[in-house]
Nanobody, 128 residues
Framework: EVQVVESGGGLVQFGGSLRLSCVAS????????IGWFRQAPGKEREEVSC????????HYADSVKGRFTISSDNAKNTVYLEMDNLKPEDTAMYYC?????????????????????WGKGTLVTVSS
């Protein structure tokens, strides 16, 4: 059973930094994609960053490029999202996802695409 647990959210001022952590278990890191999505109030969930299972390359949404960094520590089954120079528009619930890249379930449009296993999320609030 895949389990995903996020932590590290909180309240931060404009221009500040936070590091989110995601501890995941029940799968083999090399076979799955893993990443972060976020959902702001009244908006759809959007992909923030993903480490692809195909090439291990990190991908980012244009809105966070140069400010966010995703990394993984496979020995600890942990993925991190370092967020710098935070803006009020980054305020959202952040979800970690582990993705089985099964082609039968891919819908397109995101790097983390397939069967998603979601955590419950961690809230990030950026004050102006």
């Amino acid at each position: 059973e895949v389990q995903v647990v996020e932590s590290g959210g909180g309240l931060v001022q404009f221009g500040g930094s936070l590091r989110l952590s995601c501890v995941a278990s029940g799968f083999t890191f090399d076979d799955y994609a893993i990443g972060w999505f976020r959902q702001a109030p009244g908006k759809e969930r959007e992909e923030v960053s993903c480490i692809s299972s195909e090439d291990g390359v990190a991908h980012y949404a244009d809105s966070v490029k140069g400010r966010f960094t995703i990394s993984s520590d496979n020995a600890k089954n942990t993925v991190y999202l370092e967020m710098d120079n935070l803006k009020p528009e980054d305020t959202a619930m952040y979800y970690c996802t582990v993705v089985d890249p099964d082609l039968r379930y891919q819908t397109g449009g995101t790097y983390c695409d397939g069967i998603h296993y979601w955590g419950k999320g961690t809230l990030v609030t950026v004050s102006s």
